[in-house]
């Protein structure tokens, strides 16, 4: 995809653009106030500051972006290559990341001592947010949301082999690839629902594990299921993405993964030209991004 200027992109190049880039611009919005409570956010629009735990930089992003962009790069000849991501999120881990959950570090220290693996066991308590927070990359990719939903069932299994972490992955990755083909929000929602009835299991139904938020309350974990139904409440409830945006960071908690999600369902809805052009501007990371759409 050029990234000579993302505003001039065709429509539909536009909503893909929006989807990870508004992933991004969520992930490094929300990273400052991460581990904050809802009082320590500052009145006022919010903008990229850096700063919070990590000591980031202004427009630095986090463990979401890099593990979508390895998600990305599983696409990058076609198919999903579930290998390639594997590599590449070890190799991302090579780095010495700032952060890394404790689930995906257990996870690719598996997969490193396991060369040939796709996925780890079972593991029923596997139910952090570190697979949904990359779930949107299958949206953008896959060809359809039937697709996009088996691909991020899958792949969630490489670090977070949950029921719960993926059907939230599956949800959010159908969801996606429904709003970039202007589905309206609660139409696709519906439809992805339906994409997953198959994966219901005895006291565990997608549709209502998974539903929206009543309100934006706050949580201070990184919980998948909460953090997906805030992504769904954001979506549904503005039209325009900064209200969207600021309204799921402003909880704080585990803001960056929680305004990762949100930004990638709201980036989908409104796109490229709808995140605000300063955010757009300042995140970085952006380029290499957009050149794995």
Same mark, same amino acid.
Not at 145 to 170: D, Q
Not at 267 to 283: M, Y
């Given at each position: 995809?050029?990234?000579?200027?993302?505003?001039?992109?065709?429509?539909?190049?536009?909503?893909?653009?929006?989807?990870?880039?508004?992933?991004?611009?969520?992930?490094?919005?929300?990273?400052?106030?991460?581990?904050?409570?809802?009082?320590?956010?500052p009145e006022g629009p919010l903008e990229m500051v850096g700063g919070g735990w990590?000591?980031?930089?202004?427009?630095?992003?986090?463990?979401?972006?890099?593990?979508?962009?390895?998600?990305?790069?599983?696409?990058?000849? +076609?198919?999903?290559?579930?290998?390639?991501?594997?590599?590449?999120?070890?190799?991302?881990?090579?780095?010495?990341?700032?952060?890394?959950?404790?689930?995906?570090?257990?996870?690719?220290?598996?997969?490193?001592?396991?060369?040939n693996a796709l996925s780890l066991p079972e593991d029923p308590e596997a139910q952090?947010?570190?697979?949904?927070?990359?779930?949107?990359?299958?949206?953008?990719?896959?060809?359809?949301?039937?697709?996009?939903?088996?691909?991020?069932?899958?792949?969630?299994?490489?670090?977070?082999?949950?029921?719960?972490?993926?059907?939230?992955?599956?949800?959010?990755?159908?969801?996606?690839?429904?709003?970039?083909?202007?589905?309206?929000?609660?139409?696709?929602?519906?439809?992805?629902?339906?994409?997953?009835?198959?994966?219901d299991e005895p006291g565990k139904r997608v549709r209502e594990t998974l539903r929206?938020?009543?309100?934006?309350?706050?949580?201070?974990?990184?919980?998948?299921?909460?953090?997906?139904?805030?992504?769904?409440?954001?979506?549904?409830?503005?039209?325009?993405?900064?209200?969207?945006?600021?309204?799921?960071?402003?909880? +704080?908690?585990?803001?960056?993964?929680?305004?990762?999600?949100?930004?990638?369902?709201?980036?989908?809805?409104?796109?490229?030209?709808?995140?605000?052009?300063?955010?757009?501007?300042?995140?970085? +990371?952006?380029?290499?991004?957009?050149?794995?759409?």
């Open positions: 995809m050029s990234v000579e200027d993302p505003r001039a992109l065709p429509p539909r190049e536009s909503r893909h653009a929006g989807a990870i880039l508004g992933l991004a611009v969520g992930d490094t919005l929300g990273a400052t106030y991460e581990f904050c409570s809802p009082r320590a956010v990590l000591g980031l930089e202004p427009g630095e992003t986090t463990d979401d972006t890099a593990l979508t962009r390895a998600v990305l790069a599983g696409y990058e000849d +076609g198919p999903l290559d579930l290998g390639r991501v594997r590599d590449e999120m070890i190799s991302w881990q090579n780095t010495e990341p700032k952060d890394i959950g404790n689930q995906t570090h257990k996870a690719l220290d598996h997969l490193r001592c396991h060369p952090g947010n570190g697979a949904v927070m990359r779930a949107a990359a299958h949206g953008v990719k896959a060809k359809d949301a039937e697709e996009a939903a088996e691909n991020a069932w899958t792949e969630a299994a490489l670090t977070h082999p949950s029921w719960e972490a993926r059907a939230s992955s599956s949800l959010v990755a159908a969801l996606v690839a429904n709003v970039l083909d202007e589905i309206q929000p609660e139409e696709a929602l519906d439809a992805s629902y339906a994409l997953l009835e198959g994966r929206p938020l009543e309100g934006y309350e706050h949580n201070p974990g990184g919980w998948t299921v909460y953090t997906t139904r805030l992504a769904l409440l954001g979506l549904l409830d503005v039209k325009s993405f900064r209200p969207g945006l600021e309204a799921v960071v402003r909880l +704080g908690g585990d803001a960056d993964t929680n305004g990762a999600v949100a930004g990638a369902l709201l980036g989908a809805r409104f796109d490229v030209g709808g995140i605000p052009s300063e955010w757009l501007r300042d995140v970085k +990371g952006r380029d290499d991004l957009l050149r794995l759409l």
